[in-house]
Nanobody, 122 residues
């Protein structure tokens, strides 16, 4: 059973930065970050083909967020810059052992982390 452990959430003022990390217990084919704000649906933020480097971003974070990986550590990162209050949400790490779906759809992933809260104040 794959396990994902997230860290790095917290509170920051608008314009600030945070970095999230997600470590998988075993190698995966594809990993992504999702977020869910109160009263809203879970949305895909960014994703990466592990070991290949192909990256995908939601329009709302393109140019501000950067997804990366350390393949040797089975760890994925999300560097978040120029944060706004609209980025406030619970952020979840997700992983797929094989990938054939759509990166921004939650159903494409097999495993999920417990979530880490990101709060951006104005």
């Amino acid at each position: 059973q794959e396990q994902l452990v997230e860290s790095g959430g917290g509170s920051v003022q608008a314009g600030g930065s945070l970095e999230l990390s997600c470590t998988a217990s075993a190698r995966t084919a594809f990993m992504g970050w999702f977020r869910q704000a109160p009263g809203k649906e879970r949305e895909g933020v960014a994703a990466i083909f592990t070991g290949r480097g192909n990256k995908f971003y939601a329009d709302s974070v393109e140019g501000r967020f950067t997804i990366s990986e350390d393949n040797a550590k089975n760890t994925m990162y999300l560097q978040m810059n120029s944060l706004t209050p609209e980025d406030t949400a619970m952020y979840y790490c997700a992983a797929a052992l094989e990938f054939g779906g759509v990166w921004r759809e939650a159903t494409s992933y097999n495993y999920w982390g417990q979530g880490t809260q990101v709060t951006v104040s104005s």
